[in-house]
C-alpha cells in the first residue's frame, strides 16, 4: 500500500474586490399584415350604363401600437465540456439544480499556466495571480479558483470529492458563475496539480 496525499485550495473574488483573500486546506484523499382578402367584387350584373363615381380616397392604414415585451433574459451560453472535471462540476450543479458551466477558451489558458507554475519544482503550493488573470477574461463579475494536488498522478474524482468536502471549494463550485476551465499538470515526480477557473 502507498501514500497518497492531496492538498487544495480556493480562492474568489468579486470583481471590486482587489487583491484575493487566498485559502488553502490540505488533507488526505480517501475521496437557451396577415394579408386581409380583398373581397371579390362581383361581376355587374346589370347591362345600364352605370355614372361614374370618383373613386374614394385612400384610407391611411394604422399599424398597431408596438406590443410591450419585456426585454429578453440574457442567454446562458451553450453548454460545452473539455474535460473530466468540468464534467463533474457540472454533475455537482444539477444536484444542486443549477445551470451547467460551459467551457472558456480564455479560462483554459488561465488554468494551464497556474497548473504548470504550481508543478514546477520548488513552487510553494499556494494561489498566484489566477483570478486576476480570470477577470481579464471579461466573463461576469465574480470569478474564483480551485486548486489542488494528487501525490498519485491525475485523477479527477478524487479531487473532485475533496473540492465537494471543502465549503470553499464547494462554494466556487455551486458559484454564480457561467463559465468554467481546468488543466492538469504532472511533475516528474508523478505529482499531479489541477487548476479550476471560474467566471
Known sequence: MFGMAVALGAAVVPRAMQ???NVQLRANSVGFGLAIPQ???PSPTATLPVAAKPAPAPTKSI????????????SRPSVVVRSTQQALI??????YHLAPLTWSSCLYNV??????HLAAPGVVF??????????????GHQVGENIGWYSDGINDSKLN????ASPDHKANILGPYRYVAT???VRSDGRAFIAVEFG
Not at 126 to 139: A, E, I, M, Q
Open 126 to 139: 499556494k494561489h498566484y495571480d489566477g483570478v486576476s488573470r480570470d477577470l481579464t477574461c471579461h466573463l
Open 161 to 164: 470529492s475533496m473540492f465537494m
Open 19 to 21: 487583491p484575493a483573500s
Open 63 to 74: 399599424a398597431p401600437p408596438p406590443s410591450k415585451k419585456s426585454a429578453p433574459a440574457p
Open 90 to 95: 457540472n454533475q455537482d450543479r444539477a444536484r
Open 183 to 185: 488543466a492538469w499538470a
Open 111 to 116: 488554468a494551464r499556466y497556474e497548473a504548470a
Open 39 to 41: 373581397g371579390l367584387l
